[in-house]
């Protein structure tokens, strides 16, 4: 079973950055899609970023230019650099594949982003 840690949340006030950290437990990591989830108190889980095997990037309309999604093969990680954080990115965060691409695996704990004065 393939297991996905999160890591790097933590509190931040209006306009900090954050780097989060997703360790994925398959030696298959490369040919997967991958993406960056959040879910909010008392709203459905969303996708926030995805990454494609080749590299290639996509983002919710409402983190284009401030997030960035990354992936290192090698070490079956992906990253995601958050920039000019706002109030209303506080949530948990997620990774897991590309739910388009692929069947989600058992979700991980997740790390919870809180943005506040």
């Known amino acids: 079973q393939v297991q996905l840690v999160e890591s790097g949340g933590g509190l931040v006030q209006p306009g900090g950055s954050l780097k989060l950290s997703c360790a994925v437990s398959t030696t298959m990591f490369r040919i997967y899609y991958m993406a960056w989830y959040r879910q909010a108190p008392g709203k459905q889980r969303e996708v926030v970023a995805t990454?494609?095997?080749?590299?290639?990037?996509s983002y919710e309309d409402s983190v284009k230019g401030r997030f960035t999604i990354s992936r290192d093969n090698a070490k079956k990680m992906v990253h995601l650099q958050m920039n000019s954080l706002k109030p209303e990115d506080t949530a948990v965060y997620y990774c897991?594949?590309?739910?388009?691409?692929?069947?989600?695996?058992?979700w991980g704990q997740g790390t919870q982003v809180t943005v506040s004065s």
């Open positions: 990454i494609s095997t080749g590299g290639s990037t």
């Open positions: 897991n594949r590309n739910t388009v691409r692929h069947t989600p695996w058992d």
